[in-house]
């Protein structure tokens, strides 16, 4: 990684967290669990030139996806990872090194990471995928793609019916791909019929969020004859081996999702054939160094990836779209328009998906979306400030 690209660094003015509910259009419901409510967390920097950097760290309200919550990524932030840094240098990489000593927290750090990125990037004028592109040993800032390839994941419906409602609903928007919310009991009657309505040609996944037990191998071999990009994390968050049990079972790639949190797990899930497919969600694995890392991982190897999410507001997503956009993602990921999930978003203008299965990735430097701050400060309900 080069560090010369930040310049010159501006001392830090302000430092704020704030607490935005976000009230889901429709609960969002998956193998781990239905979630109804769900907050973000924003960091706020402005430096002395008033250069602004934003963050957003998109927790559950609970522990049931990943041991982080909404509580405990606010008590992280306030007590350890802000003040670790800002004692040190205001550039991300600096950053990164400062609060590295923090133990997992993945999502604490990755906000407060994610925050001085876009604050470089809004100091430096360069938008923050030709950053992101300058620091991947493996990208090259000129084959930044100007659009990337967008799926939904879709959240489990009551019915099948109901299932090929919202599919065909989102086949006329234009989708690239769409990933399926699948646990036992709704796997492959559901994978039948929606691979039926779009075709032998569209792309398709699952992701089973840790709710299969090794002894279910013979439905998900079951799923092989419907040729899927990949199964994302059908076994227990920590269980590597099991992962290796299953995929050399089965023909489709196993995609790991809560498994890989950091650079070194996936290194050990891939060598060990855990994974063949590798959902980087850059909230998850600690922000986008650790992210960076990973892409050039996966890339060296011939692993394919593609960009997840966490149901981000525009602000996160935006960071998502600049790390979906280096040339080595394969596959289009999880970046669905925040109007998918909430009534109104965080940034204004915010993105649609357009009619080619794409959106455009911000060129802007900063978040590259106007944040709304008027919205976001009648929407906080509670307010950290550092100094
Ligand atoms: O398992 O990929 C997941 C959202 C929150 C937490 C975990 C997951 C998801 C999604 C939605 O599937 C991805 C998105 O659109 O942000
Ligand atoms: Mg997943």
Known sequence: ?????????VPIATAELLHVPMALLE????????????????????????????GEIAPF?????????????????????????????????????????????????????????????????????SLFASHASSA????????????????????????????????????????????????????????????????????????????DVAVLQALDRFDLLCIEQPLDWDDIEGHIEIQAALSTPICLDECLRSVAMTDEAIRRGAARNVNLKPA???GPSASLAIYDLCNTRGVDLWCGGMLESGIGRALNLAMASLPGFTQPGDLAPPSTHYASDLVEPSYELDPDGTVLVPSEPGVGFPVNRDRIDDATIRRFVAR
Do not use: C
């Open 140 to 215: 090259d800032a000129s084959e930044v793609r100007p659009r990337v390839r967008v799926g939904e994941s879709v959240s489990i419906h009551e019915t099948i019916e109901e299932t090929l409602a919202h599919v065909a609903k989102r086949r006329a928007e234009g989708y690239s791909r769409i990933k399926l919310k699948i646990r036992p009991g709704f796997d492959v009657e559901v994978v039948a019929a929606v691979r039926a309505l779009l075709g032998p040609d569209a792309l398709l996944q699952v992701d089973a969020n840790s709710s299969y037990r090794r002894e």
């Open 61 to 129: 309200d609970h522990p049931f996806y990943l041991p982080e919550t909404t509580s405990t990524t606010w008590s992280v932030v306030t007590e350890w990872a802000l003040p670790l840094a800002l004692g040190v240098e205001p550039t991300p990489l600096v950053v990164a090194h400062a609060i590295s000593p923090i133990r997992g927290n993945n999502f604490a750090r990755s906000g407060v990471e994610s925050a001085y990125w876009v604050l470089a990037s809004h100091r430096t004028g360069r938008s923050l995928a």
């Open 284 to 286: 998850r694995v600690g």
């Open 27 to 54: 609960p969002f419901v998956t193998g781990f669990g239905t979630s109804s409510s769900r907050a973000a967390l924003l960091v706020h920097l402005v430096d002395e030139e008033g250069h602004e950097g934003w």
């Open 1 to 9: 990684m080069r560090t010369d690209l930040f310049g010159e660094p």
